[in-house]
T-cell receptor, first 111, second 111 residues
Framework: DQQVKQNSPSLSVQEGRISILNCDYT??????FLWYKKYPAEGPTFLISISSIKDKNEDGRFTVFLNKSAKHLSLHIVPSQPGDSAVYFC??????????FGAGTILRVKS | EAGVAQSPRYKIIEKRQSVAFWCNPI?????LYWYQQILGQGPKLLIQFQNNGVVDDSQLPKDRFSAERLKGVDSTLKIQPAKLEDSAVYLCASRHGDRAYFGPGTRLTVT
């Protein structure tokens, strides 16, 4: 039972343009949604999170949008930089319970 | 603030041998997770601790995997006996509030 889905295995974007990574979920009880970035041979690094009671959260070049009615969230990176090339994981937290991850999306930013 | 520490970083064993991984979470974080990440997939939750108590171990293969978190701080994950399909990266994370932080992981190769 995959509660968090990232349907795009990879995404390629030109440097300076916008990267949009998508995530869908099935459990209405999730309280928070988190995005992580992972480089090879390293653990996932926390990027940004959003509470289920909000629809947008922004931190520098990173913005996360949440559409609860569609059970969909997206991470926008503007402008994209070559150093952003990594695997991005969407995760969902049901407070006090498990933290569930999607399968990840590989982002390649071309210079 | 020190991050999540894990050791060893790499381990190679033969099938049917045993192995143990160690995790030291961020100080003050009551929630600790162990995840298994197979190449090309998202992290899969194995076990969640709240202080020294188990909250969720529904996906832990209990016939061969065991974990403990004595005194609610450090944690160890053990596999005995190991199988070829246990080859993966084992990630430890600790959480406070809506943010979970990961260690660098232990890459296990079972031959």
């Amino acid at each position: 039972d995959q509660q968090v889905k990232q349907n795009s295995p990879s995404l390629s974007v030109q440097e300076g343009r916008i990267s949009i990574l998508n995530c869908d979920y099935t459990n209405s009880m999730f309280d928070y949604f988190l995005w992580y970035k992972k480089y090879p041979a390293e653990g996932p690094t926390f990027l940004i999170s959003i509470s289920s009671i909000k629809d947008k959260n922004e931190d520098g070049r990173f913005t996360v949008f949440l559409n609860k009615s569609a059970k969909h969230l997206s991470l926008h990176i503007v402008p994209s930089q070559p150093g952003d090339s990594a695997v991005y994981f969407c995760a969902a937290l049901e407070y006090g319970n498990k933290l569930v991850f999607g399968a990840g999306t590989i982002l390649r930013v071309k210079s | 603030e020190a991050g999540v520490a894990q050791s060893p970083r790499y381990k190679i064993i033969e099938k049917r041998q045993s192995v143990a991984f160690w995790c030291n979470p961020i100080s003050g974080h009551a929630t600790l997770y162990w995840y298994q990440q197979i190449l090309g997939q998202g992290p899969k939750l194995l076990i969640q601790f709240q202080n020294n108590g188990v909250v969720d171990d529904s996906q832990l293969p209990k016939d061969r995997f065991s974990a403990e978190r004595l005194k609610g701080v450090d944690s160890t994950l053990k596999i005995q006996p190991a199988k070829l399909e246990d080859s993966a990266v084992y990630l430890c994370a600790s959480r406070h509030g809506d943010r979970a932080y990961f260690g660098p992981g232990t890459r296990l190769t079972v031959t």
